[in-house]
């Protein structure tokens, strides 16, 4: 079993930053993706950005030259930057760790990001 908790959601002004944070714990060990996910209200959940164990980085057009998603391997811990926020990247924010090769994923509970324009 993998745990994941997120922190680091609110609220901010349209152009501004906030940094969301996932800390992993239990059986994390293996080649895995890590990766941010999000859903707002009436929408389906949508890849973020993604990393690998080894390092690649996968964005959403969307959010391409705005956020930047990094992962410290020693302590297991998931970061997404986010700056020039818009009011429709308001939505729940969710980490998400998986591993192909032995056929896991887990889920964050959540962390809400609210971008008041």
């Known amino acids: 079993q993998v745990q994941l908790v997120e922190s680091g959601g609110g609220l901010v002004q349209a152009g501004g930053s906030l940094r969301l944070s996932c800390a992993a714990s239990?059986?994390?060990?293996?080649?895995?993706?890590m990766g941010w996910y999000r859903q707002a209200p009436g929408k389906q959940r949508e890849l973020v950005a993604n990393?690998?164990?080894?390092?690649?980085?996968n964005y959403a057009d969307s959010v391409k030259g705005r956020f930047t998603i990094s992962r410290d391997g020693r302590k297991n811990v998931l970061y997404l930057q986010m700056n020039s926020l818009k009011p429709e990247d308001t939505a729940v924010y969710y980490c998400?760790?998986?591993?192909?090769?032995?056929?896991?994923?887990?889920w964050g509970q959540g962390t809400q990001v609210t971008v008041d324009s």
């Open positions: 998400n760790f998986r591993r192909v090769w032995r056929g896991d994923a887990y």
């Open positions: 990393i690998t164990s080894g390092g690649t980085t």
């Open positions: 239990g059986s994390t060990f293996g080649p895995n993706t």
